[in-house]
Nanobody, 122 residues
Framework: EVHLVEYGGGLVQPGGSLRLSCAAS????????IGWFRQLPGKEREGIAC????????YYADSVKGRFTISSDNAKNTVYLQMDSLKPEDTAVYYC???????????????WGRGTQVTVSW
């Protein structure tokens, strides 16, 4: 069974940076996509970035493009989300998830981490 665990959430000041990690295990297929999603307080879950393992392709939502970077370290079975120039409106619970498809459509993701809280505030 695929297992995903997020690390790295916490409190950061506006304009600051934070790096989230997603440790993955249990994959039997080398071709998969890891996505990062977030749920803002009182809002629906939204996809913000994804990376496909086989070709390294990435996709970003407009809300984070130019500020967030998704990357992976296959030797560590880990996907990262580097978050720079953070804003108070980035405050949310952040989740990583796995999908057999190259998409940020949440319904296609078949495994999810439990989430990690990111708070951007003075």
């Amino acid at each position: 069974e695929v297992h995903l665990v997020e690390y790295g959430g916490g409190l950061v000041q506006p304009g600051g940076s934070l790096r989230l990690s997603c440790a993955a295990s249990g994959f039997t297929d080398d071709d998969y996509t890891i996505g990062w999603f977030r749920q803002l307080p009182g809002k629906e879950r939204e996809g913000i970035a994804c990376l496909t393992n086989s070709d390294g392709s990435t996709y970003y939502a407009d809300s984070v493009k130019g500020r967030f970077t998704i990357s992976s370290d296959n030797a560590k079975n880990t996907v990262y989300l580097q978050m720079d120039s953070l804003k108070p409106e980035d405050t949310a619970v952040y989740y990583c998830a796995a999908s057999p498809w190259k998409t940020l459509v949440s319904e296609t993701y078949v495994a999810w981490g439990r989430g990690t809280q990111v708070t951007v505030s003075w």
